[in-house]
Each structure stands twice: as C-alpha cells, then as structure tokens.
C-alpha cells in the first residue's frame, strides 16, 4: 500500500520540492514513480461499481487523476500554499480552464492589457463569443481599475510581471477591488515563479502556471497547473477538467515534478545573472533603457519591494536604432539563442514586435510600451561573465 513520508508540516521550499507530495508505491522507489498508464482496473464488479457511485475514492481513469499527476499537484499546492492545485497539459489549458469552468453567458471579465499573446485572444476574441463582455485596462493604472470594477464583475485576469515589458500591478489593491465587484482574481504567475511572488498571500484568489517555463525549465515538456481554494478546486474546476479533457500526461508531470527539485538553485542562479546582465545592460550607449523590477530605475520599483521577492529571470531592454538594429544584436548573439519560449536552462532573445507581439497591431504595442527596438532577454544558467561577453561583442557589432 501507499505510504506517505511523515514530513514536518513547516518545511521551507527547498525541502519540500525534493519531499513533498511523493506517495511511494508498494516498492519502496527512492524517485517518484511514473504510473504510464491511461486506466486501473478494479478487483471486483462492486468496487467498480462503488466507485462510480463516488462511495470509493480511487483512480479511474487518467484524464481524471492519475497517481504521478497527483504527486506533481500536491507538491505545486505545498509550494504555493494553495488548498488544492489540478494540472493540465499546457498553461493555456490552465489559463482557459480557469477561466471557462467558472464563467457563464452575461458574465463580465476585466484583464490587465499586458498578457500573453494567447491569453489575450480569450479574453478579447474567444468569451465574447459566449455572451462574456470583456474589457482590457492599463495594468499599472489604478483609477482604470476602479472604474472597469465599479460594476459586477465575475472574473479579473492578470499577469505580473507582464509580458514582455515586465510592468507590474499592485495585486493587493487589484484584489481588493475585485473582491467588492463580486469577482475572483486569476494571477498568471509564469514570470515571477511561485518563488519570488505569491499571489494568494496577496489577496488573489487562483494562480495559473506554464509548466513549461520556469517548473520544466530545461525545454523538454509542456504542462500547466491551476492553485486555488479546495472548494472551488471541487465543485467549480474539476467537473471542467474531467469531462473536457485538458489534462496533464502522466509523463510530462514526472518531467515537472523532477523540474521541481531543483526550481529554487535554477532561479536564484539564472536572477543573479538576470540582475548582472541588467546592470551591464544600462551602462551601454545602444540601450535606450532597461526595465528588470528590482532596478531603481523601474518606474514601479517600489511596488516591485512590496510585492516581490526577487526580481526574476528575465531583463526587458530597448536597442537605439529599432528593428534594424535590435535584429544586428540578435543575430550576432554566439551564445544566446533567438527564441519566444522563456524560463529556459538556455538564454532565449525574442523581438516581441515581430513575433510575439506582431498580431496585436501597433497601436497596441505603443500601448504597452513594446518599441521596435525591444528585447525579452529570458536569462539561462550559463555563466554570466559569459552571457556579458556575448551581449559585449554583440553590441560592438552594432558600432
Ligand atoms: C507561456 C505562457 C503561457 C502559456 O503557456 P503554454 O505552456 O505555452 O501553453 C501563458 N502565460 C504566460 C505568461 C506564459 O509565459
């Protein structure tokens, strides 16, 4: 039978993303076990039957849990201090089931501008097509806050640090507005990590993550996970999860759940040398500015102290000269990568304007700060003298 390890309930996350959640099967596996397997069969008709009555809890069925699935979502709970936490198969799947399993027809959702390219098209293209009025705000404005939540409101979306220019929102005071609307706050946390900002101590209701970025980490899996109150896990999330089928492999969780392990040495390190390549950044004549959240310089350094505890993986910057210039840089690069995924082991450069950012048009760009000189630098583990060195005879390229 299952055996649980009787660990201390106080545990600092280190330890707990080595211990936490692990159920050791009946060999006594040091590594969590991965269960490949799509169903479990039962020992008698009865307990079939009992179990579909919902009088027995155990697996059924993969899509519905799966006991490799289950270890990777209590250790991600334990980690962000969530009642409950279900894992899903990208953080799309986390985003759009958080969202869709709670929302219905006269519905209305406010979201922060800066989201991620997919995040906004279900907020601005997909919930209107089901009768959900949605409205978008400036992010770090909290008169358009005040004003978009001074009517009911069932759900509020938003990410800080956004994507790609790392502008934040006070998710205290976004919270507390939200609540009186009548709604739930949903934090997209992907850039901060559950590391360096916590947004249920905040006052948000349910955190979403790509698993992909930062929890992988290493560019090897997609996957996803929604945290929040056990209750609405229960009753709201999980009816969704089971009968729509946006669930996590139970292969991918194990990746994540290794991914875990090590998440707290690969985010200290790659922040470290986010926090140098910033510095360097600033000093060089062909950047026009910087924006990392623990600089002095970012216009929201303050609200950065109080609701960060570091100031992530990635550097945000603008080179003089444009697209033509910021394209010498990046293809000049002999170690940093040209890519749009981020949170990786390897430095990844992207120029949102014609990528991630293209389809939204330039008008919305310059909305969100997005110039065509702007660099989303994703900092990796490799050394930082080195990562110096290539930005330093990148640059000298540029002339
Ligand atoms: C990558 C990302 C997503 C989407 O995650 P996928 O795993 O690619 O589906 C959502 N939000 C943010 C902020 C992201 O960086």
């Known amino acids: 039978m299952p055996n649980h390890p009787k660990l201390p309930s106080d545990l600092r996350p280190a330890t707990l993303l080595v211990h936490g959640g692990t159920e050791r099967s009946q060999w006594g596996e040091t590594d969590e076990a991965l ?3 799509s169903g479990f069969v039962y020992d008698s008709a009865e307990q079939a039957e009992a179990t579909f009555k919902g009088e ?17 979502e209590r250790r991600m709970a334990l980690l962000e201090g969530a009642e409950a936490c279900m894992a899903t198969a990208t953080g799309m799947a986390a985003v759009h089931s958080a969202m869709l399993s709670h929302l219905k027809t006269g519905d209305r959702v406010v979201a922060s501008r ?12 997909l919930l209107p097509r089901y009768g959900i009025e949605t409205a978008f705000v400036d992010g ?6 005040r004003a978009a939540l001074s009517k009911p409101t069932a759900m509020v979306l938003l990410e800080s640090p956004s994507n790609p220019m790392l502008d934040l929102i ?3 005071a976004v919270s507390e507005l939200t609540h009186q609307a009548g709604g739930l706050v949903v934090v997209d946390n992907v850039f901060a990590t559950p590391l360096l900002q916590k947004p249920l101590e905040l006052g948000a209701d349910i955190v979403v993550y790509s698993a992909t970025k930062h929890i992988d980490g290493q560019g090897r899996a997609l996957g996803g996970a ?3 109150s056990k209750k609405w896990v229960d009753e709201v999330l999980q009816p969704f999860i089971r009968n729509t089928g946006p669930s996590i492999s139970p292969f991918n969780a194990w990746l994540m759940l290794k991914g875990l392990e090590t998440l707290p040495i690969r985010v200290r390190a790659m922040s470290e040398s986010a926090t140098k390549v910033a510095d360097f950044l600033a000093e060089q004549p062909q950047i026009s500015f910087v924006r990392y959240p623990t600089r002095t310089d970012h216009p929201q350094y303050a609200l950065a102290q ?3 505890k570091g100031g992530s ?3 945000a910057f603008d080179v003089k000269g444009g697209k033509e210039a910021a394209f010498k840089l990046m293809n000049a690069f002999r170690i940093i990568a040209i890519s749009n995924n981020l949170g990786d082991s390897k430095s990844l450069a992207t120029h949102p304007a014609t990528t991630t950012h293209m389809r939204i048009g330039e008008a919305e760009r310059a909305k969100l700060g997005i110039g065509e000189g702007a660099i989303r630098l994703s900092v990796g583990l490799e050394d930082a003298e080195d990562l110096i060195d290539d930005l330093k005879q990148a640059l000298a390229a540029l002339g």
Not at 140 to 145: A, I, Q, S, V
């Open 226 to 228: 929604v945290l929040g």
């Open 170 to 172: 006070d998710i205290a």
């Open 140 to 145: 770090g404005n909290l008169d358009e806050w």
């Open 56 to 72: 027995q809890t155990r697996f059924q069925y993969s899509r519905f849990g799966n006991p490799t699935v289950a270890m990777f």
């Open 313 to 315: 993986t990635l550097v």
């Open 114 to 125: 800066a989201l991620f390219g997919s995040c906004h098209w279900i907020v601005s293209t």
């Open 35 to 37: 269960f490949l397997t």
């Open 306 to 308: 109080k609701q960060m």
